[in-house]
């Protein structure tokens, strides 16, 4: 069975430009997970989907970062102007449901220059 | 400057030896817990899961042990091999934080030969 998908794997660009990763989740997952990780801060959660619902978002940085998930087999993470301390690698997750072990994708790698 | 970042613990065993690897949790409430294991380039990967109604659960060369009295979860692996090298997190739900879950720092498990 496929995994997570994400793509780009590796995402490398200049400060300002916007920026778009993808999340394709295990088929009959009910929720969706987006995680960004830094050497500095460790795995944080940035936001959670239920049946396609954003629930929770507090942990989106600020108002450049947004997040869709347009139907069940499906999400983005925006970020648009990126900056330079935006760097990190961001993972998508996907589970059965909340409080069910989550499956990641292998990330993005984004560099902003 | 010179930058600071998380400081990953490390754990050095030999090939063959047993580890375990130590985890603290803050929350009373949490109900269950999850061992991932990440390595290099890749997504956290789920090891082994327990509810807050156990203290103990057995997996392939990997039990673990959790102690509600003192909010402290161990994942020990036997007889520990040269793939077994990667960082490991625990990880705790908390509904009441309106997360899914919560990822520690992780610890780094290096093999040696």
């Known amino acids: 069975d496929a995994g997570v998908i994400q793509s780009p794997r590796h995402e490398v660009t200049e400060m300002g430009q916007e920026v778009t990763l993808r999340c394709k989740p295990i088929s009959g997952h009910n929720s969706l997970f987006w995680y960004r990780q830094t050497m500095m801060r460790g795995l944080e959660l940035l936001i959670y989907?239920?049946?396609?619902?954003?629930?929770?978002d507090s942990g989106m940085p600020e108002d450049r970062f947004s997040a869709k998930m347009p139907n069940a087999s499906f999400s983005t993470l925006k970020i648009q102007p990126s900056e330079p301390r935006d760097s990190a690698v961001y993972f998508c997750?996907?589970?059965?449901?909340?409080?069910?072990?989550?499956?990641f994708g292998d990330g993005t790698r984004l560099s902003i220059l | 400057g010179e930058s600071v970042g998380l400081h990953l613990p490390t754990l050095s065993v030999q090939e063959g030896d047993n580890s375990i690897i130590n985890c603290a949790y803050s929350?009373?409430?949490?109900?269950?817990f999850i061992w991932y294991k990440q390595e290099s380039g890749k997504g956290p990967q789920f090891i082994i899961d327990?509810?807050?109604?156990?203290d103990k659960r057995q997996g392939q060369r990997v039990t673990v042990l959790l102690n509600k009295t003192v909010k402290h979860l161990s994942l020990q692996i036997a007889a520990t091999q040269p793939g077994d090298s990667a960082v490991y997190f625990c990880a705790e739900k908390r509904d009441n934080y309106g997360q899914n879950f919560v990822f520690g720092p992780g610890t780094r498990l290096s093999v040696l030969p």
């Open positions: 327990i509810r807050s109604n156990m």
């Open positions: 997750a996907s589970s059965p449901g909340t409080g069910q072990p989550q499956h």
């Open positions: 989907f239920n049946n396609n619902v954003p629930i929770d």
């Open positions: 929350n009373s409430a949490s109900d269950y």
